[in-house]
């Protein structure tokens, strides 16, 4: 559509720099008459007048058909210009993310959020970056030939509770006195089950591990997982708890801790088998 709108201009430039060129020179040429010849001594002169005035001594006809012609020449030169600077082309991209709801930016600049359309100008050459609250961000670079269409998964961020550790280290409660093995033993054993399904479990050795539990933070979540280890000190004293908690990057599993859990754990088991059992 803008392609001919500029080529019906560029005609009608053309048509109008005609026109003009015409209308200033036609009345010079319409005015020349041509007198008959006068009888001179030794032969005729012939003599040709623009409005009665001698052909070529009229300073001022010279100038108007100067500035026709510039004109002219002017108009000229917008029309090849038009012709030659094509308008500008615009490519569309539509970006759709899942879930929903994310800021797309465009070199910086907030374009809309997921699903959204916006289109730049050609060449393409711009840095893309999705963003959502809770999500890892997204960045790319958008080329001329990247896809016009962009259909997203966004990856959930690990909870604030997670840290990056290579060994988890262990947190201890002390049993209250007057409180036998055996009962500590169950007590410790019925707390977990509530929660986790168990792998290692022995009161011999007073060790309890559980299974990867994916709901910790109250979703499903493949990509996050914890699990709890409990072991009780050689002479019953003392209960030791360590929480575990695994992050999937995408490539592979990032080790570290869950504070949450951890502090969960620990006040559970003072609760009924610490300090604090004995308050109750």
Same mark, same amino acid.
């Given at each position: ?193 509530? #929660?986790?399904?168990? =792998? $290692?479990? @022995?009161?011999? +050795?007073? /060790?309890?591990?559980?299974? *990867? ?22 002479? #019953?004293?003392?209960? =030791? $708890?360590? @929480?575990?908690? +695994?992050? /999937?990057?995408?490539?592979? *599993? ?27």
């Amino acid at each position: 559509m803008i392609k001919k709108i500029y080529k019906r201009l560029s005609i009608i430039s053309v048509i109008v720099a005609i026109l003009l060129l015409f209308n200033w020179i036609s009345p010079v040429f319409a005015s020349v008459s041509i007198q008959p010849e006068s009888p001179r001594e030794g032969g005729y002169t012939p003599v040709n007048t623009f409005n009665s005035v001698t052909l070529g001594t009229n300073d001022s006809s010279a100038e108007l058909t100067a500035a026709a012609i510039t004109v002219g020449i002017v108009l000229l030169v917008i029309w090849l210009a038009s012709v030659s600077t094509p308008p500008p082309s615009y490519t569309e991209y539509t970006f759709v993310t899942v879930p929903p709801g994310a800021t797309v930016e465009v070199n910086g600049k907030v374009v809309g959020k997921t699903p959204c359309k916006f289109s730049l100008r050609n060449p393409v050459q711009a840095k893309i970056a999705v963003k959502k609250e809770g999500y890892r961000k997204i960045q790319a670079t958008l080329t001329p030939s990247a896809p016009t269409k962009w259909q997203i998964v966004l990856k959930q961020n690990p909870p604030d509770s997670f840290v990056k550790t290579v060994e988890p280290g262990w947190e201890s409660v002390e049993i209250a006195e007057g409180v036998e093995y055996d009962k500590a033993w169950a007590s410790v054993v019925d707390l977990l089950v509530k #929660r986790f399904d168990i =792998e $290692v479990l @022995s009161k011999e +050795n007073g /060790y309890i591990r559980t299974a *990867w539990l994916y709901t910790w933070t109250g979703e499903l979540r493949k990509d996050y997982r914890v699990r709890a280890t409990i072991k009780f000190s050689q002479d #019953r004293s003392k209960v =030791e $708890v360590k @929480s575990e908690a +695994n992050y /999937y990057t995408g490539k592979n *599993w990032m080790i570290g801790s869950d504070t949450a859990l951890l502090e969960t754990l620990k006040a559970d088991i003072t609760r009924t088998v610490g300090q604090m059992a004995n308050k109750s």
